[in-house]
């Protein structure tokens, strides 16, 4: 029935001008967001949606779309992320896409700011950006929003930018989140004690400090003083010297929160020092964290859902650059789950393939 539907008819029934419609079906010009939907409803109704597909596509002969973010490796957060943006490419298999890596050592700032660089200079279609660092990131914006370049943001929200739609979890919920947890399952006469990430430099990574802030009202509104802490913790190496040195002055810790995707480094330091009795919570089911969780060396994560982040990052660069749709919503927080040993084994991979994400067994 499609291609028997003229566009006056279309535009009839939209209450729209011809003129509109002709310019929504072949992705030229701009268009209200009322009229846009308007005329989808209609072209749904008349099954003109592949005809609007085909056209849009067919406008680019390839889409090219820089992605940046920390360097990674196979089952870690930022891979996880990478893993639902590559997902979403499979899945628009018609639509010619190039993506373009810029990684970056997320603890050395001068390689942040050169990714940076070189994703301006390469001038793409569109971009994702995984950012580490207020600053530099407002920087790379500001030069996209110049070249006139959408881009959406993933795990972060920085204000001060301006993207399609920022994709991450709550951070501050999160913190909370980890608090609460741990302040139910110590025992009232033990302490907990939070290892922060060390910062890169003098900078605090985007989300640390949020976190953090969700941890501390949480403890103020219980009005507990049994809160340590023990300074940063790095998330390059272990420290095993310093947390032994941390757990002799504060023998009656009976939980430890780490604030970063590296809990897994302090359930092998604690296990390296003969220690059992103390509770870990982390953040992320990445292959190494989940690993210890099914050991029960670390008591519960904190997942954040980074493959559907990356995922659906991709899908709103294509609405965009298809359909001329805006993001999804400014902000888009994905859900926060809390992983046990229990439920481990029943994370699959986000997009129904029903194997699970790391082997369990």
């Known amino acids: 029935m499609g291609k028997k539907v003229s566009i006056k008819q279309i535009a009839e029934r939209a209450g729209v001008s011809a003129g509109t419609v002709d310019r929504i079906i072949h992705n030229r010009g701009k268009v209200s967001e009322k009229n846009m939907e ?33 360097q990674n490796v196979e089952g870690d957060y930022w891979w996880l992320i990478d893993s639902g943006i590559r997902h979403a490419v499979d899945e628009y298999y018609d639509v010619s896409i ?146 032994a040195g941390f757990l002799e002055q504060h023998s009656d810790i009976g939980g430890i929160a780490v604030q970063n995707s590296r809990a897994y480094l302090l359930a092998d330091a604690l296990a390296k020092l003969g220690i059992k009795d103390i509770n870990i919570v982390g953040f992320d089911l990445t292959q190494r964290n989940a690993e210890c969780l099914r050991k029960r060396a670390i008591t519960a994560l904190i997942c954040q859902n980074p493959e559907l982040q990356g995922y659906q990052a991709l899908i709103a660069i294509l609405e965009y650059m298809l359909y001329k749709r805006p993001g999804i919503r400014k902000v888009s927080f994905s859900p926060i789950d809390i992983v046990l040993a229990e439920n481990l084994p029943y994370y699959s991979a986000t997009f129904g393939s029903g194997n699970n994400i790391f082997p369990i067994a």
């Open 38 to 70: 308007a005329v989808e409803k209609v072209l749904k109704e008349v099954g003109y949606r592949s005809n609007i597909h085909n056209s849009a596509v067919g406008y680019f002969r390839k889409l090219n779309i820089a992605v940046t973010m920390p």
């Open 98 to 243: 190039e993506l373009q890596r810029f990684f970056y050592n997320q603890f050395d700032i001068r390689s942040y700011r050169d990714a940076y660089r070189a994703i301006v200079a390469s001038r793409p279609d569109a971009v994702i950006i995984g950012p580490s660092f207020t600053e530099e990131t407002r920087e790379l914006c500001r030069e996209l929003d110049a070249q006139h370049t959408p881009y959406v943001m993933v795990d972060s929200v920085v204000t001060g930018t301006r993207p399609l739609t920022y994709l991450c979890a709550d951070a501050h919920a999160a913190g909370r989140i980890q608090a609460e947890i741990l302040h139910r399952i110590t025992p009232p006469e033990k302490a907990i004690a939070l290892f922060e990430a060390d910062p890169v430099g003098k900078r605090e990574p985007v989300n640390t400090g949020k976190r953090k802030k969700g941890w501390d009202e949480f403890f103020a509104q219980q009005g507990e003083g049994r809160v340590r802490f023990i300074g940063n913790y790095s998330a390059a190496t272990k420290k095993e010297t310093q947390i």
